[in-house]
């Protein structure tokens, strides 16, 4: 039934097009070109003309005219991210606290994501006790933790954090609202 129905709507609306625009007097070609136009839209704008579309959008021979070639992906891609426009492009955008930010935090969700279903694998549960509790292990973390290069470490890690985008849009968030309560304290005491 529904083939029947695409198959409907496309012969309504070529018959449409090819007969309702045939050539006429010069002032009436325009109108009836407009008003074909209009019934050609009026029809996919149908319920029967919507799902006829869309059947015609999940039979096999449409989906293999619409899919990409991986030559068609792989130059795109790399016109867009390693051309020198693309890094230019990639450079400003980065620039942008506010994108950063956004960026960061989706990163850092799907990072949370990989690991929560790690902690959740049983295999991978049992693999890293046994490494936390081999006594080799704790000897050598004991070892790192009084060391002189894990306290350098750690200072890197503290440096790396301030200086991380989505720390810097907090730290500017919070002291622009230090700011404002600041401006209303002195409105208040005046």
Known sequence: M?????????????????????????????????????????ILETE??????????????????????????????????VSDDGVKFWQKVFEDPKFVESFSTSLRDEHEKVIKGLMNDPEYQKLLIEVLQDPEMEKSLQTSLKSQEFRKHIQE??????SSPLYKAKIEE?????????????????
Do not use: H
């Open 174 to 190: 919070t002291l622009l609202k230090a700011a404002e309560e600041a401006g209303k304290q002195e409105e208040k005491s005046k």
């Open 2 to 42: 529904k083939r029947y129905s695409l198959l409907i709507i496309l012969t309504l609306a070529l018959n449409v097009v090819l007969f309702g625009c045939a050539p006429r007097e010069e002032s009436g070609a325009q109108m009836d070109y407009d008003e074909t136009k209009k019934m050609v839209i009026d």
């Open 48 to 81: 029967d003309g919507k799902k006829a579309i869309q059947e015609m959008m999940k039979s096999e021979d449409m989906q293999q005219v619409l899919i990409m070639d991986q030559k068609t992906v792989t130059e795109t891609v790399q016109k867009t991210l």
């Open 157 to 162: 890690i503290v440096q790396e954090t301030l």
